[in-house]
């Protein structure tokens, strides 16, 4: 099944010690987006890619960076993770189709800082 | 101009009952209103969506309102079960050139009591 996987499913690292989460796609879908997701909270669009274009929100991080080396893949780099940075990181694809406004998540990555 | 306000934050509702979660936007060129549920630990999942230029969609025993004089819309869960416990998010959306930005509520956490 074509499908957003992301790995590792959990994430523990230590306080300012770097981490990078991974996305893969078999959708072949041109935009990959990031979300950050706190407990009991909306999912929070980071950035997204289309195709190899980075597109920043004005409000995420500098030390939230994203890579996309190929179509399939999309990462995360969190360069000195914090403890408010403990949250759940959500993958997304879409393509445009009818338009880009569907948008497929993957499981996420439970990340937990120490 | 981009916030999306969801209601109730929490629903408990009896197996058998109907549940109805509201939103309401702002910006008059979202053209796509999707709602997503998400269980524990899990990424969200796209459940049902409209567009503003219907005013209903049923799919199964969901159902989406849509007012767009009134700039809201609702989801409705026809006999609702055990197995529709979860944290419901509306949502809703541009399709830009550049990909989508899902702009999110703050989500429902619904409870089917057996």
């Known amino acids: 099944d074509a499908m957003v996987i992301q790995n590792p499913r959990y994430q523990v690292t230590q306080f300012g010690k770097p981490v990078t989460l991974s996305c893969s796609q078999t959708?072949?879908?041109?935009?990959m987006y990031w979300y950050q997701q706190k407990s009991s909270q909306a999912p929070k669009l980071l950035f997204h890619y289309y195709d190899k274009d980075f597109n920043n929100e004005a409000d995420t991080p500098d030390n939230f960076q994203s890579r996309r080396p190929n179509t399939s893949f999309c990462f995360l780099d969190i360069r000195s993770p914090g403890l408010g940075d403990a949250a759940m990181y959500l993958c997304?694809?879409?393509?445009?189709?009818?338009?880009?406004?569907?948008?497929?998540f993957g499981p996420g990555t439970r990340l937990t800082v120490l | 101009q981009q916030q999306v306000k969801q209601s109730p934050q929490s629903l408990i509702v009896q197996k058998g009952g109907i549940s109805i979660i509201n939103c309401a936007y702002e910006n008059t060129a979202f053209d796509y209103f999707p709602w997503y549920q998400q269980f524990p630990g899990k990424g969200p999942a796209l459940l049902i969506a409209?567009?503003?230029?219907?005013s209903e969609k049923k799919e199964g025993r969901f159902t989406i309102s849509f007012n767009k004089s009134a700039k809201q819309f609702s989801l409705h869960i026809m006999d609702s079960q055990p197995g529709d416990s979860a944290t419901y998010f509306c949502a809703a959306s541009l399709g830009e050139t550049s990909g989508s930005r899902l702009t999110f509520g703050e989500g429902t956490q619904l409870t089917v009591n057996p």
């Open positions: 997304a694809t879409s393509t445009p189709g009818g338009s880009y406004n569907e948008q497929f």
């Open positions: 409209i567009r503003p230029d219907v």
């Open positions: 959708l072949n879908h041109n935009v």
